[in-house]
């Protein structure tokens, strides 16, 4: 067979870079880190966070770049594929369906957060979002538009507007992905970056020079407000807490990208020729970057400085995102202007990790059923429709969107990131891994990181993930030593179950039976390709023109 269509690559290193730091920084570092840190008391937060960061973060990262390269060089781009090369054994690909499924399904929620940041960022240009200084207009105004008071609240239509600000980030990323990865993810990153971060700056030039805004209140300054954020507390206390240290690890992953299935295809359009240490390390130190230095000095010290301790303790990532923050705002002077580019800034980092989540289920659905971009675009676009309009439906307390990020974005993560891990270090052999790893790199990773691959990392997250288990889902007191099961669990098997978070995770299981069954599909072409020595790269190269 001739090849009319080329493959699908990068057209740039720094392209590649962005496009991957695109994917990690994004509303976890502006809202969910800096609320975490808050709730858990900085500075034993930062040792927790810091120690993951070295022994799953940086591993796990490097881990997903060389095999996902590896797999690239195989011919395969989505998790499926480049596990059937990797454990060479027909369950293999079965396997990778986890690195389809749970960018998939984070999708469907992370659009609907990325659709209020857009609509937040709109009512405060438009200066609809001056709603006084009172917390609780702000709160009143989030839950209506989010639809958290009842199911289906957001789809009656009347005064709510997001699903009108959804379909625009749903049709954006579509149409990015629909580009390709060079013409659209890679191009948008490329612009969308850099102005995140001087978005980012604008805004922390205004916090660091808000001093003490009520002279009444002098306790309320910016300096006490940094060290809210930043001081360590009762640090010895804090880190016996499991709860820290699992908060500390999820945030890692969560923020890196890694763990997902998102690495591992972004780097499969790689060869041997890139350099995977340095772009690894570049596009984790960027995102670390914009969490440490950038979302942890603005939120936290603003909220502080205008409301005191008081205003921050409790409030959750979503409540200091969007109650307390344009409260916040609200009281500085030219509110719509710092509200406005804040919520852009947010907008823009959500829209660089939702395309992320976009293309490994692209890639599988090309390579693994031969369906060409219009096809394969179509088809998961419905997927993900279906399941975001499941999340918007059930947006009581917002049920299924929480049911879905605790099973998918917390539990699963753990389990493909302990599978590739493990791979990579007893599998494939930390030595092999090792030349993999270097090749075409200019730097070299510390020769530290081999035992902690092989050993440390697998130990850490089997540990955190025990604990996880321990607490989370059978709710385990340590000091009775009864076991309350946490409301993930009641809600689906206790006295009174909760629909929608029964719901949930029928739907996950749907999600994941479907995609299996495709895989069994994919399998077969596989196979067959490789008997008649054709690979399935038969992906367009961008956009059908
Ligand atoms: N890293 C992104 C953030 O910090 O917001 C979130 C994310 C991106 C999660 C990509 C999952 C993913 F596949």
Redesign the pocket.
Known sequence: MTQTHHREAWSSRLGVIMAVAG???????FL?FPGLAAQYGSGAFMIAYFISLLLIGFPICWVEWTLGRYGGQKGFHSSPGIFSVLLRHPAGKYIGVLGVI??VI?YTY?VYIEAWCLGYAFYFFTGKLSLGSDVAAYSEFWSNFVGANRDGMTLEGGQNQVVIFLAIVFSLNFYLIYRGLSKGIELFCKYAMPVLVILAFITLARVLTLGTPDASKPDQNLLNGLGFMWNPGDVSKQLSNPQLWLAAAGQIF????VG???IITYASYLTNRDDVVLSGISASST?EFC?VALGGMITVPAAFVFLGSAGIVGQGTFGLGFNVLPLVFSKLPYPWFFGGIFFFLLFL??VT??L??LQPGIAFLEEGLGLKRRQSVTLLGMITAIGCLFVVYNSKDLKALDTLDFWV?TFLIFILATILIILFGWGIGVEKGWTEAHKGAEIRIPSFFKPIIKYVSPLYLLIIFSLFILFNVFGWDPSTGAFQPSSYISDLVGETPNAAARLSVLFIVIVAAFFMVLIGTAGKRWDNAKNGANLPDNQDSETES
């Open positions: 994917s990690a920084v994004g509303l976890g570092n969910r749970i960018p984070i992370y969560f923020s890196l990208s997902f299935g998102v995102n969490e980092a959500a990790s939702s992320s989540m974005g």
